[in-house]
Nanobody, 123 residues
């Protein structure tokens, strides 16, 4: 089993920044891909970004490219999501997810999920 705990959410004005963290514990060696997803009220959960533990290849949704950066610290088993130039439409609960397969996917076909952290961007 793998446990994921997100932190760093909060309330920020449009144009501001936040950094989310996702601390992984347990059988983290069994996972190869880490992802961030988000779910706004009344909407389906959507892919935001993903990164491989090994090599660090990154993937982004078009809506966040150039504004968000995903990174990882293998020594700390932690993945980060730096969010800049935030917009009100970025308001959502953000979830961290871990995938056992080495294949990066943008669907929610991940094996482990955190509880989520709320990000609210005011206009």
């Amino acid at each position: 089993q793998v446990q994921l705990v997100e932190s760093g959410g909060g309330l920020v004005q449009a144009g501001g920044s936040l950094r989310l963290s996702c601390a992984a514990s347990g059988r983290t060696f069994s996972t190869h891909v880490m992802g961030w997803f988000r779910q706004a009220p009344g909407k389906e959960r959507e892919f935001v970004a993903a990164i491989r533990w090994n090599g660090g290849s990154t993937y982004y949704a078009d809506s966040v490219k150039g504004r968000f950066t995903i990174s990882r610290d293998n020594a700390k088993n932690t993945v980060y999501l730096q969010m800049n130039s935030l917009k009100p439409e970025d308001t959502a609960v953000y979830y961290c997810a871990a995938r056992v397969s080495i294949v990066v996917v943008t669907t929610d076909d991940y094996n482990y999920w955190g509880q989520g952290t709320q990000v609210t961007v005011s206009s």
